[in-house]
Structure formats: C-alpha cells, structure tokens
C-alpha cells in the first residue's frame, strides 16, 4: 500500500484547499476494515490528529477543525480528501494522509499503518 498526498499551498486566512491522497493497493474492498485519517505537523513539531473516516464511514475531528474541515473518499478512484475551509494562521503544517487497516482473520489480526509522504499548508494572516 502507497499514499500520495497533493494539494498543499500557500493561502491566505479564510481561504480554503482541498487536499488529496491517491491510495495504491487493496485497501478499498469490499471486505477491508480500516481507517482513514489526516493527521498534521505543526511548525513547533507538534502531531496532530485532524479528521478520520471509518470503512464504515464514520467521521470525526478535534475540536479545533470540527466545522471546518471535511474528510471524504472515493474508493472507485482510491481517493482520499481533505476539504480545509476559513482556514487559519495556525492551520498551517505539514499534512499527511494515513491509512490504518485490519489485516488477518477475525480472530487473529493486527492493525497496520500505511503513511505518504507530507503536503506542506502555509496560511498566511
């Protein structure tokens, strides 16, 4: 399993993006239990945890996008988004697109985390 993320940028406060993650590998059928999620890392080295998906299609975001941000898939395409609206100043970071997936029977399994490369979002007051 490959992640590519895309679609970071320079924005200017109250604007928005819309960040990407293209999925290679067999994550998106019909049997996979996973967990889709955006996580970022702050200028001061901080990672945070920004929005997340079940397989089920689940959602949920910390208090300080909730309303703002919006995560969404396509598994046609293997597709993962991340739509940043009235962005801020301190939404600035690197962000990264993760997958973890349940792997194995349903006796005997472990979770694993697939991780792409980062997108840099620079918003700008």
């Known amino acids: 399993v490959q992640l590519q993320a895309s679609g970071g940028g320079l924005v200017q406060s109250g604007g928005s993006l819309r960040l990407s993650c293209a999925v290679s590998?067999?994550?998106?059928?019909?049997?996979?239990?996973?967990?889709l999620r955006w996580f970022r890392q702050t200028p001061s080295n901080q990672r945070e945890f920004v929005a997340g998906?079940?397989?089920?299609?689940?959602?949920n975001y910390p208090d300080s996008v909730k309303g703002r941000f919006t995560i969404s898939r396509d598994n046609a395409k293997k597709m993962v988004y991340l739509q940043m609206n009235t962005l801020k100043p301190e939404d600035t970071a690197i962000y990264y697109c993760?997958?973890?997936?349940?792997?194995?029977?349903?006796?005997?399994?472990?979770?694993?985390?697939?991780w792409g490369q980062g997108t840099l979002v620079t918003v700008s007051s």
């Open positions: 590998g067999s994550i998106f059928t019909v049997d996979s239990v996973y967990v």
């Open positions: 993760n997958v973890k997936q349940k792997q194995g029977s349903d006796t005997d399994y472990e979770w694993i985390d697939y």
């Open positions: 998906m079940t397989s089920r299609g689940m959602t």
